[in-house]
C-alpha cells in the first residue's frame, strides 16, 4: 500500500494528478471563483428594497447597496430608476467622504 504522505504536493493531501490538473483549471479561470463569490454575497445581503427602509438618503442607499458586493452599478440604476453613471458617481462621492 503506498504511503499517503508521498502523494502530498503543495502541503496538501490530493487525490492524484488528474485531481490536481482539474483544480487547477478552475482556480486559473477566476470568474467562476467570482461567480460563486456574487453568489454567496447575494445569499446574505439585503435586498435593494431593504437598503431604501435601512437608509434614508437615496445616494447612501445606492453606495451602501454597491459596496455590499452583492450587486451591480446597473442593477443598482434599474432598481432606482437612474442611469448607471449616476450611481458610479454617487458611489465615487460616498467613497471620497
Not at 478552475?26 to 453568489?39: F, G, M, N
Not at 453606495?63 to 434599474?78: H, K, M, N, Q
Amino acid at each position: 500500500m503506498p504511503d499517503p504522505k508521498a502523494q502530498i504536493k503543495h502541503q496538501m493531501f490530493l487525490d492524484n494528478d488528474w485531481f490536481i490538473a482539474e483544480h487547477r483549471q478552475t482556480i486559473e479561470k477566476p470568474e467562476k471563483l467570482r461567480d460563486v463569490s456574487k453568489a454567496h454575497k447575494r445569499s446574505i445581503a439585503l435586498s435593494l428594497t431593504d437598503y431604501q427602509r435601512k437608509y434614508l438618503q437615496r445616494n447612501e442607499t445606492m453606495a451602501r447597496a454597491y459596496l455590499s458586493g452583492a450587486y451591480t452599478i446597473v442593477e443598482i440604476g434599474e432598481h432606482f430608476k437612474v442611469c448607471y453613471m449616476a450611481v458610479s458617481r454617487t458611489v465615487r462621492r460616498y467613497g471620497n467622504q
